[in-house]
């Protein structure tokens, strides 16, 4: 037997079984995925290895501390940014819901509830140095939304992370 051939017989083999094994083996698993401190809005449903449906009830986050803070708005330009308007701090590219911070560390999930009820924001940016750590800049998608947005003094919900 030629080694080409023996190469060949073996991939075929490996090839098979892991074919049959994705035949015997379940395709849907409904996984049951509460815990105390967050459950699932609905169902999840796993088909062939892939999450389908997953969706979070965003109000079953705990709230760890409210702070009052002053929030401002900012938008992608360049005089209301640095030379990449686009990308945030963390490296993240900005998309609705983020907020910028000097105080909380990147990633931390915060709630505004007299503006905007649950909705959740994530810190993802800083501010430049001289503003306060108890100020916080909301991103909006465009310069005019952030004009009118002015400034706010409210209370802010940080959440368990």
Not at 11 to 21: G, K, M, Q, Y
Not at 93 to 116: S, W
């Amino acid at each position: 037997m030629n080694k080409s051939l023996l190469i060949r017989l073996i991939v075929t083999a490996f090839l098979s079984v892991i074919v049959s094994f994705g035949i015997v083996a379940p395709q849907t698993i409904n996984a049951d995925l509460k815990n105390s401190t967050h459950e699932l809005a609905n169902t999840t449903l796993i088909k062939n290895g892939h999450l389908t449906i997953c969706k979070i009830d965003k109000s079953s986050y705990q709230v760890v501390k409210t702070i009052k803070m002053v929030l401002t708005a900012y938008s992608s330009t360049p005089d209301q940014t640095d030379s990449t308007p686009f990308i945030t701090a963390s490296g993240k590219h900005v998309a609705d819901g983020i907020i910028a911070n000097n105080l909380l560390p990147f990633g931390t999930k915060l709630r505004i509830p007299q503006l905007y009820g649950n909705k959740i924001f994530t810190v993802e940016d800083r501010m430049n140095s001289h503003k306060g750590k108890l100020q916080a800049d909301i991103w909006f998608a465009t310069r005019n939304q952030a004009v009118n947005f002015g400034a706010k003094t409210t209370d802010i919900e940080i959440l368990e992370n």
